[in-house]
Structure formats: structure tokens, C-alpha cells
């Protein structure tokens, strides 16, 4: 806790606590369990099942209906229940940075566990905002930056400036590298159970196409540093991240998701200023030209600027963009932007607006906490249908609607408070400038829909809507699956421990496998997909070559939707991997006419043979390899002067070479 300044205000800038990250326990997954993380977006579900032409800041990219991961090879398919394993997994490497992940189009399934959080450490200690603050030296002081003395050298009117403020922007900059993640191209993000949940955090679909977000709650993207803006509507906090944000991006599906701001909602919040000391952006913002994104049962709850859809008036290169459908989403206690749209042609259709005492605990007597839900901004068109609101206020009905710049908005089959609605009209009542219900495209032209009665949307969308809905995990088992005993084959077939081998995997009884991945020596060199059949046995088997001799450590890691086991250390020892020693022998000196012959009796054969004459070579032939056959060759050197020659031949496969001894000739 910090006091700032001669009124000793007081700011908690410092916890992203434990109690963020609780949750409750999960539910084993049934028999009966959906793998989310091969389903696609169903055909003709929204704007992100559109097939055509997008152009996310002027280049031209075709879409199709999104798959996700769905293609993902075993060796891309993911089980996390850290930061660092959903930073590793997105990224395709250990140690991976944000903008590997931000580049990746290798399609990968990311299957979430648990609580991931990257405010906690390896050793279950919590990093703090003022720690991160410290790491920040204030220019021309070198003193550690402090968010409590940027609030003591500033207040209401005054933009910050100067080193204080150079340093509140470094330390949001380390922020963003330990908090902020990259989503990239081809991805299936997906959370196993009824507690996989990230907190803390802030993830950014970037750049990318292609990408599904499911049965996950994204929870208190938390800002330690946000920023004063004395001119934002008389002054106002703005924070840097959202739990979730789609830029410059294409073909999205967000499903069965909750968005939240966890241990610190809207009325938390202190006021420093006069204003609240806001520390979240949006829930899931669609900004910088992102286009066909289809928001599906998913669950906004207690949250201000909740959903916008263009971050700005002043880019026209977003003309075209925004392409979003929103359906059967629920929202309660937001207080605007539900959604607030720049440029897009956006479909807003049985949805659920709920409203409790939480609206009220978050207003004050000089700002009313909720402002609106359907924001018309520029050159925007909402099509809202069928849609159910209820307010604890049914005189806001006119702020339903807000005009932000747009000059269209259509709503129709609007219920409030069980009662229908012309909302529409009743914000044209009053408003300065009216919007027109002619807009200028109609969804079904997009792609087909099926309205549910808008006297069923708030029973259904509470049924449906948000995580831990869906009965996620895999058919074939219910729980994490057991470690493979590992072992290996090698000089069971020849005798020879050359290389050569198989790396056997086997699961005798319990909970199955979907993926197995073998590591040598820490690095993974194979992978495989298993049929689950709990509790049966799993049997895989890894065909392995070119080894040269040395000692390898084999692991297998074993992983289904719900978790992964990881085998002992298997060690097996290549001794014979370059071919066995060759016998040389020669005749012909005599008659003058002399002939090299190269015999491998027995061990591991060659597939190249080279003879060596006093050291130059004068011969070089291709052998077969049969191991572990004999191998003969000659070679016909012909007539040698008078004088002593040693000849030297050495054979060679992939893992070495081995030279024979030499045999000495004398020509007489």
C-alpha cells in the first residue's frame, strides 16, 4: 500500500494476489467429453465463418472459415499449466519470445489447465508492481521509479511530462514483457474443465489468422502503470490492456469464454484525481483494421469499457474492416461499450444485457457507471436483433443506444425488463443527432442465421453463456494420463547396438494418452497421436537411425486435453555405430598385376568404401549395407613400380568412419 501525497491517498498498485488466481475445483471430465481442441467454427456461424477478401491495414489476405489448430501435428498439440508453458507452447520453442508467437503460423492446440498466472513465481512467491517500478531508474535522478511519486508530481488538469513520466513508460514496457502475450496464426486456445483460467495477463491475437479462443476465463489483465489524460472527458485513467485483444487480425472465434476483472472490479477501484484509478482497458477489444470475428456465448461481467470494435476515428485505412458478429454473449454490470463500433458492419443478436445492484455499487453521485451498450460510432452500422436488456433503471432505456459519430443503427425485437422496445426510438428522442434504422447491408446476406424468440434469450444465454459450459476434455479418459515405461530394442535384432533402434513406449493400464512425444537428450525428435481407450493399454513404438556412438537419455511425455505424465529417463549406449574394422589384403605383387581386397566378416557395414595409396586416395566406391552381413570389395590397383606401397582403406557410414589396419606391398 502506498500513501501519496498530502491527502494520503491511498492506491493498491502492488497485488495481483492469490486470490485472483483462486478458483473453483475442477470437474472431472466424462466419458462423454468434447475435444474442443479439433472442433472448428460450425459453417455459417457469423462473420468468422465468411469466405472472401479482407484487407487488415491495406493487405489483401483471403479468408476462409476459421479451423484453428485443428490441423496441428502431434508434435504441435500442447498441454500447459504455467505462463511459461503457454509462452513456450505459443511460441513452438523453450524460452520462446512474443514475437515468435506473434509470427508462428505453424498450427498448433494449446489445451489449458488450472490457473496460469505470470505474477507467480517458480518458488510460489508473487512478483509486485513495485517491484517491477524499482527495476526503472527515474532519467537524470537514477532513483527507482515509483508510481506513488508520478502521482504526488502530478494532478487533475496536468498531462505528466518529463522524467517521471519517461519512467512510468519504461516500466509499463517491463510490464508488457513479463504480462503481455502474443497469439499467433492457426491456434486453438482452449481451457479443459470448469477452472482453466488466466490471470493477470494480457493476450493479443496479432498479425494473425486463423485462431479460436474457448472455454477459457481470462481474468484481471491488471495495469500497475496506467496513464493520466487530463483532456479524456475532463480526465481519466487509461490502462494499457485487455484480458483479451484482436489486432490487425482475421478469422477469430471467441466461444465460451468469461471475461472479468477479478480481485479488482470496477467499484475497487480508489479514486486519484477525482477520477477512478483504472487499471483495465477493455474485456476483448477488435481493433487496428481486424476483421471477420465471430463472439459466441461468452460471459462479460463487471466491467467499464468492455468491448470496442476500432480504436480510432482517425483511421480510415479501417474502412472495410470490423466485420463482427456477436451472439448469445451475456453481459452484466458492464457499463459501456457493449459493443461501441468504428467502421464495421456489426451483428448484435440474442445477446443478454442484465444489470444488478453492482451497477449501482459501481456509480457515483457525479458518474453513473453505466453509459450505454450499442455505441454507434463513425461510419459504423450495428445491426442489433433480438436481444433481451435488463436494467435497474428502466428510465435509462435511452442510453440502450449512444451516438458516437455513426449515423445508422438498426434494432429490432428489442425486450426490456420482459416488455418490448422500440430502443431505437427512445434514444432519437432525445439525442442531438438521430440515428436511421436504414442501414446500408443485411446480415443474411453474410451468412445464414436462425434467431432464437427473444422471450427465450435470457434463459439460454445464462445457461449457456461463458466457461466451464461446455463438457471439455477427450471421450477416452477423464483425468491426466499415466507415465509410459520406456524401453528400447536396440541390439535385440543383429546384436549390434549401432544406431539403429526402436524406442517403445508402453501405457499397461489407466488413464490414456491422445499425444506422445519422445525428447532425447531434452530435444524433441518424434511424436505421435493414440487412440484413448481408458483403461486400456497404449503402445507406441519410435524408429530411430543414424545415432553415432555416445549416450542418449530418452524421455516420453505423455499428454490428453486434461494434463501430461512424463516417463522416467530411458538411457540407451551406441557402441557400433560406424561400421566394424575391415581386414585389407592384397596379391597380384608377383605377376605385377596387384589387387586390394576390403572383408567386413561381421558388425555394422559401410555404404561407402575408400582406398588410400601412400595416403592418396585411388579408389572410392558405394557399398549396400546389410548389417550385420559381410561385405567384400576389391579394387584392381594393376601394375606397380619397384618399391614399397601401404595401402589403407576406410569405411564410412552416416555415424563414422573406420579405417583397417594397413597392409604393406612390395614390388620387387
Not at 16 to 31: E, K
Not at 221 to 240: L, R
Not at 292 to 320: A, C, E, P, Y
Not at 526 to 546: E, M, Y
Request: overall charge negative; charged content about 15%; aromatic content about 8%.
Amino acid at each position: 500500500m502506498l500513501a501519496i501525497g498530502a491527502a494520503a491517498i491511498v492506491i493498491a498498485i502492488a497485488p495481483i494476489t492469490a486470490a485472483a488466481a483462486a478458483a473453483p475445483a475442477s470437474a472431472a471430465a466424462s466419458a462423454g467429453a468434447t475435444d474442443l481442441g479439433t472442433e472448428v467454427l460450425p459453417a455459417g456461424d457469423g462473420w468468422a465463418s465468411w469466405t472472401g477478401t479482407t484487407s487488415p491495414e491495406r493487405v489483401t489476405r483471403d479468408a476462409e472459415p476459421v479451423t484453428g489448430g485443428s490441423a496441428a501435428a502431434p508434435a504441435e498439440v500442447y498441454a500447459v499449466g504455467t505462463w511459461q508453458e503457454l509462452r513456450d507452447a505459443l511460441a513452438g520453442a523453450s524460452g520462446g519470445s512474443q514475437n515468435d508467437a506473434r509470427y508462428n503460423q505453424v498450427p498448433r492446440i494449446v489445451y489449458v489447465t488450472g490457473t496460469i498466472d505470470p505474477w507467480l513465481r517458480v518458488d510460489g512467491s508473487r512478483l509486485t508492481c513495485d517491484e517491477i517500478a524499482s527495476q526503472i531508474a527515474v532519467p537524470g535522478t537514477g532513483a527507482p521509479f515509483a508510481m506513488a511519486d508520478y502521482i504526488a508530481a502530478f494532478g487533475p488538469g496536468v498531462d505528466p511530462s518529463g522524467p517521471l513520466e519517461q519512467a512510468r513508460v519504461a516500466a509499463a514496457a517491463l510490464q508488457a514483457t513479463l504480462t503481455l502475450q502474443h497469439i499467433g496464426s492457426n491456434v486453438t486456445l482452449v481451457g479443459v474443465g470448469d477452472d482453466a483460467r488466466v490471470v493477470g495477463a494480457s493476450l493479443r491475437i496479432r498479425d494473425a489468422h486463423n485462431v479460436i479462443v474457448r472455454n477459457l476465463t481470462l481474468s484481471d489483465a491488471y495495469d500497475c502503470f496506467p496513464q493520466w489524460d487530463a483532456g479524456d472527458a475532463g480526465g481519466n485513467w487509461n490502462s494499457a490492456y485487455d484480458n483479451l485483444s484482436v489486432w490487425t487480425s482475421t478469422s477469430v472465434w471467441v466461444d465460451h469464454s468469461t471475461f472479468d476483472d477479478g480481485d479488482n472490479p470496477a467499484e475497487s477501484l480508489p479514486t486519484v484525481y477525482g477520477r477512478p484509478f483504472e487499471v483495465h482497458d477493455g474485456l476483448l477489444d477488435v481493433t487496428h483494421g481486424s476483421d471477420l470475428v465471430t463472439m459466441s456465448w461468452n460471459w462479460f461481467q463487471h466491467h467499464d469499457k468492455t468491448d470496442i470494435i476500432g480504436s480510432s476515428d482517425s483511421r480510415t485505412q479501417d474502412r472495410g474492416q470490423h466485420r463482427v458478429t456477436q451472439h448469445h454473449n451475456r453481459w452484466t454490470d458492464i457499463g459501456q461499450r457493449g459493443p461501441r463500433v468504428r467502421f464495421g458492419d456489426v451483428h448484435v443478436y440474442n445477446n443478454l444485457y442484465e444489470q444488478t445492484a453492482v451497477t449501482t455499487a459501481a456509480s457515483s453521485p457525479d458518474h453513473a457507471f453505466f453509459q450505454y451498450f450499442w455505441g454507434a460510432g463513425k461510419e459504423s452500422s450495428i445491426v442489433a436483433e433480438s436481444n433481451a436488456v435488463e436494467l435497474v433503471d428502466p428510465a435509462s432505456v435511452s442510453r440502450i443506444v449512444a451516438g458516437w459519430g455513426g449515423t445508422e443503427l438498426q434494432a429490432a425485437d428489442t425486450l426490456v425488463n420482459g416488455e418490448p422496445v422500440d430502443v431505437l426510438a427512445a434514444y432519437n428522442a432525445t439525442a442531438p443527432a438521430p440515428l436511421s434504422a436504414a442501414v446500408r447491408w443485411n446480415p443474411a446476406d453474410a451468412y445464414p442465421y436462425t434467431l432464437d424468440p427473444v422471450a427465450d434469450v435470457a434463459s439460454t444465454v445464462r445457461a449457456g453463456a461463458g466457461a466451464g459450459i461446455l463438457d471439455s476434455g477427450t471421450p477416452g479418459a477423464t483425468a491426466a494420463p499415466g507415465a509410459f515405461a520406456v524401453s528400447d530394442d536396440n541390439a535385440r535384432d543383429t546384436g549390434l547396438r549401432d544406431g539403429a533402434y526402436r524406442i517403445l513406449a508402453d501405457l499397461w493400464w489407466g488413464q490414456n494418452a491422445t499425444i506422445v512425444k519422445l525428447y532425447e537428450n531434452g530435444t524433441l525428435v518424434a511424436a505421435q497421436r493414440l487412440d484413448p481407450a481408458t483403461p486400456g493399454a497404449q503402445h507406441a513404438s519410435f524408429v530411430l537411425s543414424g545415432r553415432v556412438d555416445g549416450t542418449y537419455e530418452y524421455r516420453v511425455v505423455a499428454l490428453n486435453p486434461l494434463g501430461e505424465a512424463v516417463s522416467r529417463t530411458h538411457t540407451v549406449r551406441v557402441t557400433d555405430a560406424a561400421p566394424a574394422r575391415a581386414v585389407l589384403s592384397a596379391s597380384g605383387m608377383r605377376t605385377g598385376d596387384v589387387t586390394v581386397a576390403a572383408d567386413l566378416w561381421w558388425g555394422t557395414n559401410a555404404d561407402e568404401y575408400v582406398l588410400l595409396q601412400d595416403g592418396i586416395e585411388i579408389d572410392r566406391q558405394t557399398l549396400v549395407a546389410a548389417t550385420p552381413g559381410a561385405q567384400h570389395v576389391v579394387t584392381a590397383v594393376g601394375a606397380l613400380a619397384p618399391g614399397t606401397y601401404v595401402f589403407t582403406a576406410v569405411l564410412s557410414n552416416a555415424a563414422g568412419s573406420t579405417a583397417a589396419a594397413p597392409v604393406t606391398v612390395t614390388i620387387r
